[in-house]
């Protein structure tokens, strides 16, 4: 028995060991952030280099590095240039993805700022961003080559302006570290931007399963100064000159709050290790946006329903969940392909359930699930409409913080979900 134990016990030790020595074979204990350019219209989709830079500090994952958890439209992967060894990979989605559904791109051409983090490499790697085509299908859009000595790789450090750590669980290597930036506060609003900050905090954790894993999960305030009190509301022909330059209407839609300059929102996420990126806007409107990988951004007003917000636009920004509600009359019919599974965990177009929730079904569960008294008590079904389509789109459950504010919490799949990228990035 003893001698088993000890087996076992060295046999871990191994495993551990070999994990640990793949993150500091290739990787050193900063980040290395890429920033590109997304051009094109509704068909083309095109990548151009801006920049590399290096940042201070890494706050990703440690383990799982080149394991991919196939969310988001697009993926970037990072090889070893001489061993062709793929030795990190992510997936992301962007603002870009959207506004090529919207009526501006059919007949206009446009750029995006997009950027993504990786553990800066000690040797000579190459980059590959790859656009989705399907379920399991990808297209490389942009593949180069660097050697992390380069001298124009640029060092300098970031906005210098004043952090605060909010919650500090752990060390950075087993936690969600969150990246909380002040948007439309003054330098004189900064006591107000903590205590913001603060609340955002709570309500995540006032949500199944951040309560849970609270003692993995840090948030820190990035205390970014604006010239101007408040938020952009072009709508009303305002324009605020604010930290990140966010603004509602983003593609015409009143409460679609977003902000196009994601390099600036990453020079300030820069100055603490991050998993996840938080925009926090210093207003009391309704509204809000939040992108897979890329960031959420949340009105901070202390009204009932913003405490929903905020953890809606995190599902989406921090575990890829895809909105359950729709319209009747289909509004964003251009965002899904039925004849696609799409990614989004929590949606199914039934062409590959077995890939989503199937397994967590009673044998007794129609599928589709019609909607009557006794099945809007399940807690897991297979209900038509979801992602902003009436028909051809399915939902996990009649309700759930990804489709309404009235809804208590996550449905157990988007839980599941958000539950599994926890454990991904801790352990
Ligand atoms: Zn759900």
Redesign the pocket.
Known sequence: MRKVFTGISLLLFFIIGIQAQNYSDYFTEKACRIDFMFCGNDTITTAFLNKIKQEPYWGGRRQHLSEFLNLGEYRFQVTDSLSEKLIYTDGFSTLYFEWQTSDEAKYLQKGFEQSVQFPYPKKAVKISIEKRLGFDQWEPLLQFGFNPQDKLIRRNSSINVPVKEICKATTPEHAVDIAVIAEGYTAAERIKFYKDAQKLAENLFTHEPFKTYKSRINVYAIAAASQESGISMPQDNVWKNTAVGSHYYTFYEPRYLTSPNVFTIRDYASLVPYDAIYVLANTSTYGGGGIYNFYALASAGSKQAQTEVVVHEFGHSFAG?GD?YFYDKDVLDDMYDIKEEPWEP?LTSLVHFEKKWKNMLDKDTLIPTPVNDETKKLSVGVFEGGGYLSKGMY???YD???RTNEAPA??P??KKAVERMILFLTE
Do not use: I, Q, T, W
């Open positions: 969940l359950e929590n939902r996990p459950a759930c913080r990804m996550f449905c799949v988007c």
